[in-house]
């Protein structure tokens, strides 16, 4: 085959391959069109649930600190100074870029506030709260996210302040659902 019949052959392939008509770039858009409109309809969900695991990891820090405190001292953190030693720096305004703070409660209870900027959890809280056995001081402590009741032979020692919807927390801090 020589060049100039390549190109000939080309040149018949060309012609014979239209370009798409109006219709099927309108159908194209239509279905990119609504694969965005269905992207961005979980958008605001995936950005509260990113939000919540921000005030996570801070109440596990705050958590450790006050463990090592009970374990110093053998109470939780009950007046400024020792709750100071625990936060640092954590329980001044400005915690995280939408963790706006952390109060300590004196009965082993965090409370991380959020801050306006936090889009569907502005002004509501999410609380860790230990939980001690009621049957032997040897037993390890536990901590309580959100809504999660503590398990049977624990007691919770501080109340829960969370305001966060459930919908929005992951399943540690929910409580448990019974299998059937």
Same mark, same amino acid.
């Given at each position: 085959m020589t060049l100039r019949e390549? &190109?000939?052959?080309?040149?018949? =392939? =060309?012609?014979?391959?239209?370009?798409? @008509? @109006?219709? =099927?770039?309108?159908?194209?858009?239509?279905? $990119?069109?609504?694969? /965005?409109?269905?992207?961005?309809?979980? %958008?605001?969900?995936?950005?509260?649930?990113? !939000?919540?695991?921000?005030?996570?990891? /801070? #109440?596990?820090?705050?958590?450790?600190?006050?463990?090592? %405190? *009970?374990?110093?001292?053998?109470?939780?953190? +009950?007046? @400024?100074?020792? =709750?100071?030693?625990?936060?640092?720096?954590?329980?001044?305004?400005?915690?995280?870029?939408?963790? @706006?703070?952390? +109060?300590?409660?004196?009965?082993?209870? $965090?409370? $991380?506030? /959020?801050?306006?900027?936090? #889009?569907?959890?502005? #002004? !509501?809280?999410?609380? /860790? *709260?230990?939980?001690?056995? !009621?049957?032997? +001081?040897?037993?390890?402590?536990?901590? &309580?996210?959100?809504?999660?009741?503590?398990?049977? #032979?624990?007691?919770?020692?501080?109340?829960?302040?969370? !305001?966060?919807?459930?919908?929005l927390l992951p399943a540690v801090?929910?409580?448990?659902?019974?299998?059937?």
């Amino acid at each position: 085959m020589t060049l100039r019949e390549v &190109l000939e052959d080309m040149k018949e =392939q =060309q012609s014979a391959s239209r370009p798409p @008509d @109006d219709l =099927q770039c309108l159908a194209v858009l239509v279905v $990119i069109g609504l694969l /965005f409109v269905n992207a961005m309809s979980f %958008y605001p969900v995936h950005r509260a649930r990113a !939000t919540v695991a921000e005030a996570l990891s /801070f #109440g596990s820090v705050l958590a450790m600190g006050m463990m090592e %405190y *009970r374990a110093s001292t053998g109470r939780w953190p +009950d007046d @400024d100074a020792a =709750q100071a030693s625990v936060s640092g720096s954590h329980g001044e305004e400005g915690l995280g870029k939408y963790a @706006d703070r952390a +109060d300590i409660d004196s009965g082993g209870g $965090i409370r $991380i506030a /959020f801050r306006d900027n936090a #889009g569907r959890l502005a #002004g !509501t809280a999410l609380s /860790f *709260r230990a939980a001690v056995s !009621t049957a032997s +001081d040897d037993a390890p402590v536990l901590w &309580l996210c959100g809504y999660r009741p503590p398990p049977a #032979g624990y007691r919770a020692e501080a109340e829960n302040h969370t !305001t966060v919807s459930a919908s929005l927390l992951p399943a540690v801090c929910l409580a448990p659902v019974p299998v059937t």
